[in-house]
């Protein structure tokens, strides 16, 4: 069974700090991953989808990458604002019953200060 | 840009009513998925569809059913509320294939009372 984790679980940072969230997978069979935000009470808004095939995405401020050997993505965010404090929720695009489903982690959830 | 749409962003019921929560598309999606999310628990999957009247299970579908009488709409139901349902809800849906972008709706606060 695919299990997701996000480390750190909870991130307080000064504004202008570059940071990197971390996800993990256990099992490295996957179609894709993708990056949400999701602030407090909303809906998930995509960030960055990283296919299978690929090393890293950029968007902006945002560089996520994938090591799909060893399980591993990370979420780079340079110059960090206050507008980012929010949860960081990646997802892994899996196999399940002969249809794909993503499969999340717990999130980060982060505070950038002024 | 992709819409999709829940119904209420918050609702509160009782337990042992019949609870219905709707979702739409506005992208000509196929698949269509629910989630709920908990504290410590995360986004959890009930049940999803890749095609209208067509319906899988999830990793949590005990208590739920769904339905997709139209292409863009995929409805959950709840047939007799129970306060351990008291979640977070969130539709989502994305073209089919392996490697597409899932998108999610605003979410749904449900509170069993």
């Known amino acids: 069974k695919q299990e997701v984790t996000q480390i750190p679980a909870a991130l307080s940072v000064p504004e202008g700090e570059n940071l990197v969230l971390n996800c993990s997978f256990t099992d490295s069979a996957i179609y894709n991953l993708q990056w949400f935000r999701q602030d407090p009470g909303k809906g998930l808004t995509s960030l960055l989808l990283i296919q299978s095939s690929q090393r890293e995405q950029t968007s902006g401020r945002l560089n996520a990458s994938l090591d799909k050997s060893s399980g591993r993505s990370t979420l780079y965010i340079a110059a960090s604002q206050p507008g980012d404090s929010a949860t960081y929720l990646c997802?892994?695009?899996?196999?399940?019953?002969?249809?794909?489903?993503?499969?999340f982690g717990k999130g980060t959830m982060l505070l950038v200060s002024p | 840009d992709v819409k999709v749409t829940q119904s209420s962003r918050y609702l509160v019921k009782r337990t042992g009513e019949k609870v219905f929560l709707e979702c739409v598309q506005d992208?000509?999606?196929?698949?269509m998925f629910w989630y709920r999310q908990d504290p410590g628990l995360g986004l959890r999957l009930i049940y999803f569809s890749y095609d209208v009247k067509m319906k899988e299970k999830g990793d949590i579908p005990e208590g739920y059913s769904v339905s997709r009488e139209k292409k863009e709409r995929f409805s959950l139901i709840l047939e007799s509320a129970s306060t351990n349902q008291t979640s977070m809800y969130l539709c989502a849906s994305s073209f089919r294939g392996r490697y597409t972008e899932a998108f999610f709706g605003q979410g749904t606060r449900l509170t069993v009372v």
């Open positions: 997802a892994v695009n899996r196999m399940n019953s002969g249809y794909s489903t993503l499969t």
């Open positions: 992208m000509d999606h196929e698949n």
